[in-house]
């Protein structure tokens, strides 16, 4: 497998709670290494470029006002398969269906406060991991 890298987002809910840590124990007790990290809130023009891609579902209005209702940690987390294997340490959007060990089961308030965020693709890694860092902000 190939090193890859992705975005990580823990959200508003998580960190209003002081949760950063125990998040980055279950990342890097994956095997994945954060290697790049910042904490900021985000404004609304920030929030909804980001999640353009989803402006025209219903939920896209809430989702802006939950990520800029407190600061984010953005982070780049790399690993072999770092994609999938966040994905599956996440769990499901939804808690109620995550897995047990999984952050939004152990972690997420709802299905909209789910505590993280994470690329779903290479491409869209890439994408979001320019949004937030350039690449001297990265250590590898």
Request: aromatic share 0%; glycine share 10%.
């Given at each position: 497998m190939t090193i890859e890298h992705t975005l990580s987002i823990i959200k508003p809910?998580?960190?209003?709670r002081n949760?950063?840590?125990?998040i980055n124990a279950k990342f890097e007790g994956a095997?994945?290494?954060i290697i790049a990290?910042?904490?900021?809130?985000l404004t609304q023009?920030?929030?909804e470029a980001f999640y353009a891609v989803h402006a025209h579902r219903p939920f896209f209005k809430d989702l802006v006002s939950f990520m800029i209702s407190g600061p984010v940690v953005a982070q780049v987390l790399a690993g072999e398969g770092a994609i999938l294997k966040n994905r599956d340490i996440m769990g499901a959007t939804n808690p109620a269906n995550a897995e047990p060990g999984t952050i939004r089961k152990e972690f997420?308030?709802?299905i909209e406060a789910n505590s993280v965020h994470g690329s779903d693709s290479?491409?869209?890694?890439?994408?979001?991991i320019s949004y937030f860092f350039a690449?001297?902000?990265i250590v590898k």
């Open positions: 809910d998580a960190t209003r949760l950063t840590g125990a095997g994945l290494s990290t910042r904490r900021l809130h023009a920030q929030a997420a308030e709802s290479p491409e869209a890694a890439a994408q979001e690449g001297i902000d």
